[in-house]
């Protein structure tokens, strides 16, 4: 570095060092605030919501039994009721918030539910598995984007996600490690990748307990350049998958 | 922003002030989990040269406390979206440059600045003689495309490509607009001393 670039330096830091303390508090404190303290209020809110759930729940086992004339897949409905037809949710794409009508959408065989943004996506049961896709066809230059749901009932997260590795990795030129996640779902994570282009095809796939033995894996497919697009309404919409039991 | 593409074949240790300081993977977990506590060790670790660099590019106080409080706040709602195999600095100037960005074009009613379509206008502003009688005025009268990878360079020492990650440009291109405007402020610089001799 020679004398100029000394000299930049030293006039660019004397002209912005002089940062109060307080005005670093004040910073904090508005992120504080508004990341922490609103938090603590939505989640005493959230719980609040709890109790009304329950109740509803033991009522809906109450006439259950007591009337006896309701099958299981009525009483599945009766769960599926407690979820709002239609709500709002944020999501991040891009690094915006964006806010999303999203859709309950019942999943085979009512195994699961999921809210989905139905302005973008529809889901397409199929005779194995649901595909949550968009809703106008892409065009061919695009590769496949997509979110398949899909249930194995004799199969355990963990059997499972030894032969996904080794499918991952014939299939895509780059896996990572798995990993465990509690988000957007509770489970592990698998991620393939095969190149560095716009159009490299990416996955993600998910493997989730389904409570009773076997799995749920949900495979997303999109492309590298669609990763906070795509990728990122993916995510969002994966946040609301609810297994029914 | 595509972060997996913009990151990928970066390497390199990245701290914040001093090399004794650095994001770890221990915290940014505890950020993922929520913890405050993680949180503000983060920000005491990056306020300091974050509201430095956004004070330069803002060339206002109060807007560069609204950017780095808004940058501060965006990290942690996307941390979930950042790949903890890529440079985190690169990621976290990335989001405060753009907010910096954002405030300025809202602030000024203007269209948001895009330095990857302004590369035949490499010229400084109109400026003042009054507003060139000091190093630190002549930087701050430069054209974006100049100013903003001078100002990384120099407050923060980010390298070039780290640079062009942040900006999301060629690292050739900013490997120019370095070198021009480095070359812009030389001239400048002996312009002013020849006449006061």
């Known amino acids: 570095m020679d004398q100029l670039d000394d000299r930049v330096k030293k006039e660019i830091l004397d002209h912005t060092k002089d940062t109060p303390s307080a005005l670093k508090d004040d910073i904090w404190s508005q992120i504080d605030q508004e990341l922490f303290q609103t938090k603590s209020q939505k989640e005493k809110k959230r719980k609040s919501k709890i109790i009304p759930i329950a109740i509803a729940a033991a009522a809906g086992v109450m006439i259950l039994f007591s009337t006896q004339t309701e099958s299981g897949n009525a009483f599945i409905k009766q769960i599926k009721d407690m979820f709002v037809p239609e709500k709002e949710i944020i999501q991040s794409i891009e690094g915006n918030d964006e806010e999303t009508n999203v859709n309950l959408q019942e999943g085979k065989d009512s195994n699961y539910i999921i809210y989905i943004d139905e302005d973008r996506y529809k889901l397409v049961p199929g005779e194995t598995s649901d595909i949550i896709t968009t809703k106008e066809p892409l065009e061919k230059r695009y590769p496949e984007v997509s979110m398949e749901i899909k249930q194995y009932t004799d199969i355990t997260p963990q059997e499972m996600v030894m032969t996904l590795e080794t499918d991952l990795a014939s299939e895509y030129t780059k896996v990572t490690e798995t990993e465990s996640v509690s988000d957007p779902v509770e489970g592990f994570k698998l991620h393939g990748i095969s190149g560095s282009e716009w159009n490299s095809p990416v996955t993600n796939v998910y493997v989730v307990d389904n409570l009773k033995g076997g799995s749920f894996v949900i495979t997303e497919k999109y492309f590298l350049e669609a990763a906070e697009g795509h990728g990122a309404r993916f995510y969002a919409m994966l946040q609301e998958f609810k297994i029914v039991e | ?197």
């Open chain 2, 1 to 197: 922003m595509l972060w997996t593409k913009l990151f990928e074949n970066s390497q390199g240790i990245y701290s914040e002030g001093s090399e004794k300081a650095y994001m770890n993977d221990d915290i940014l977990e505890d950020i993922r989990n929520g913890s405050r506590d993680a949180f503000k060790q983060f920000y005491d670790m990056y306020e300091n040269y974050a509201i430095r660099t956004a004070k330069a590019i803002t060339r206002n106080d109060e807007h560069a406390k609204d950017a780095v409080q808004e940058a501060f706040i965006r990290v942690y709602r996307n941390i979930s979206s950042y790949n903890s195999t890529l440079p985190f600095d690169a990621w976290f100037y990335r989001i405060l440059v753009n907010e910096c960005y954002r405030i300025l074009s809202k602030e000024k009613k203007n269209t948001p600045i895009d330095t990857s379509t302004m590369e035949n206008k490499e010229q400084l502003r109109e400026h003042s003689k009054e507003n060139l009688s000091d190093l630190y005025s002549m930087i701050q009268n430069m054209a974006d495309i100049y100013r903003i990878p001078i100002l990384l360079k120099y407050i923060k020492g980010f390298s070039e490509k780290e640079i062009a990650t942040i900006l999301d440009l060629n690292q050739n291109t900013v490997k120019s607009r370095l070198f021009n405007g480095r070359n812009l402020l030389k001239t400048q610089l002996e312009l002013l001393e020849m006449e006061g001799s």
